[in-house]
């Protein structure tokens, strides 16, 4: 699990994937795969091969915060990046690119009905406006701080969302063997803001099926609302969410190959969010598009959590899919 703490532990929200792309990109060129980047800097890892053009998928990015005004006192107002909820901001540590460390804090009345990131602060320790911005300047981003453990089966971390899913491909692209497929890795850029990088991605690889590998929620907690996907149940083969409707091919394929090979899975139906899935369906003149994803409880905290059984599931289940004459 060492591969998959360096990749929680890095710090890139959307926008500022450098550091998170630097590792992948040395993982990945230690494999053989032929390298390329976008504009808005996803990586493109691509094997040659005769066969059917399959694209497998994972952002990159995680959610954060962007700092947006600094006041005569030294704190700093923000925005979000990406889907925060905040109810669960109050009090956590934030980690700016520079090492900085702040708490969020808020006004009085920011949880209040009309609650919104406006009425909530970081608080560096700064005594004022110039001392606060010796160390933070208004563009600047941070991430939660979200240590990494593991024990047994079990993983928490930030930012499983989702480089899960960056661990899970580059495990994949380490070990597939014979595929006759032209295989395309993609570690996409901004999805928590939008699935934009998956989208110009996508329409300069066109390919004939596409695969995006994230997390998704799970049903499996007290008084949580009902789902059909529980931690520990193995991977999840998306249906549905909120951007997407899966290529029915996709679906019954995957289903196939875990149902031949005993790979544990189950059946993903995400009423909340979307996946870069939805984006690359909706690239060119469409892509039939699918996903794999890892069961994690807690999505968007600096505590999120899975289990090491399922991530391998979802190894598994792609590699023969990689393999699989589409
Ligand atoms: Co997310
Ligand atoms: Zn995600």
Redesign the pocket.
């Known amino acids: 699990m060492e591969l998959l703490n360096k990749l929680t532990q890095t710090d890139s929200p959307s926008g500022r994937e450098k550091a998170i792309r630097d590792i992948i990109v040395s993982e990945a060129e230690k494999l053989g795969f032929e390298i390329s980047y976008d504009a808005l800097g996803s990586i493109i890892a691509h094997r040659k091969g005769a066969g059917k053009k399959l694209m497998l998928d994972a952002h990159m990015d995680e ?1 954060g915060i962007i700092a947006t005004y600094i006041d005569d006192n030294g704190f700093i107002r923000f925005g979000s990046v ?1 889907g925060l909820d905040i109810k669960e901001l109050l009090k956590r540590r934030v980690r700016f690119e520079n090492g900085t460390i702040g708490i969020i804090g808020s006004e009085e009345e920011a949880f209040n009905e009309k609650a919104s990131v406006s009425k909530l602060f970081i608080d560096i320790g700064a005594k004022d406006k110039e001392e606060a911005e010796k160390r933070v300047k208004t563009g600047d981003t941070a991430v939660f701080v979200g240590d990494f453990y593991c024990d047994g089966d079990i993983v928490i971390s930030k930012a499983l ?2 480089r899960a899913g960056c661990y899970i491909l580059l495990k994949v692209m380490e070990e597939i063997n014979d595929s006759e497929n032209d295989l395309y890795f993609v570690f996409s850029t901004q999805e ?1 803001v939008g699935l934009r990088g998956a989208k110009t991605a996508a329409f300069s690889i066109m390919p004939d099926y596409a695969i995006a590998v994230d997390v998704t929620d799970t049903g499996d907690t007290p008084s949580c609302p009902v789902m059909d996907v529980k931690m520990g149940k193995g991977a999840a083969i998306k249906v549905m969410d909120r951007s997407v409707m899966c290529d029915i091919t996709t679906i019954n394929v995957l289903r196939e190959i875990a149902e031949k090979n005993n790979i544990p899975y189950q059946t993903e139906i995400m009423a909340d969010g979307g996946t870069d899935a939805g984006a690359i369906a909706l690239t060119g003149g469409g892509v039939k598009a699918g996903g794999v994803s890892v069961p994690t409880r807690y ?2 905290s600096p505590s999120e959590m899975a289990s090491i059984k399922d991530i391998n599931a979802c190894i598994e289940l792609l590699k023969y899919a990689c393999a699989y004459r589409w």
């Open positions: 959610i990406g969302d989702n928590e999505i968007h």
